[in-house]
């Protein structure tokens, strides 16, 4: 066996200027480009809004709901938004927040002498609106949407507790993707 034909396989080398002018194009576009952090603590300039940083988020309150998870949503959102700061005293805008939610059975035994779900899922989805206080214009809106499983035991109170966990737990990241959301629209203003 031999070895193949160097010329026939291999290309004339590219020019160094052509290569040259790639890489100053490649370091020119790249330049253009602009990248800023969604938490950013940078001033913002003279005039400009205020944007997503820790001080745009802790001057939305959020209006009172009716449901105990929407409760735990809203105290965890509220929480996320203010540093644990609890409602700002002068917000400069509201947040409407509809939670509803949905339990549904994941899984049933295939048992002669049982038909009972062992495991099931809690969905919380909540629709929000953002509006600037002082002209009422909406700034933002949105659903949201989290599904946490649980177990479903034999014992009615352990089943009962369970349910409350999964409720809790996407109550938890209900907010915290709710906190996401107003971020991004804050930084649109």
Same mark, same amino acid.
Do not use: H, W
């Given at each position: ?7 026939? !396989? ?41 944007? /997503? ?17 929407? @409760? ?9 938004? !203010?540093?644990? /700061?609890? @409602? ?12 509803? @939610? ?7 035994? @295939? ?15 909540? !629709? ?5 206080? /002082? ?55």
């Amino acid at each position: 066996m031999s070895l193949p034909d160097q010329t026939r !396989n291999s290309r004339p080398p590219l020019p160094r200027s052509l290569l040259a002018i790639g890489v100053l194009l490649a370091v020119a576009t790249a330049s253009a480009c602009t990248v800023r952090p969604l938490y950013s603590v940078a001033p913002t300039p003279e005039g400009a809004a205020i944007g /997503a940083t820790s001080a745009g988020l802790s001057t939305v309150a959020v209006k009172p709901v009716q449901t105990r998870y929407a @409760q735990q949503v809203r105290n965890k959102l509220i929480f996320g938004l !203010n540093g644990g /700061a609890g @409602q700002p005293a002068t917000p400069l805008y509201s947040l409407d927040l509809d939670v509803t @939610q949905r339990k549904a059975a994941a899984a049933v035994v @295939q048992r002669p002498t049982e038909d009972e779900p062992t495991a099931g899922t809690m969905t919380l989805t909540s !629709n929000y609106v953002l509006r600037e206080i /002082a002209t009422g214009r909406v700034v933002g809106l949105g659903k949201r949407s989290i599904t946490s499983s649980f177990d479903i035991p034999r014992q009615s109170f352990a089943a009962l507790r369970a349910e409350r966990d999964a409720e809790d737990r996407a109550a938890r990241e209900l907010a915290e993707v709710l906190r996401l959301a107003i971020a991004q629209d804050l930084t649109r203003i």
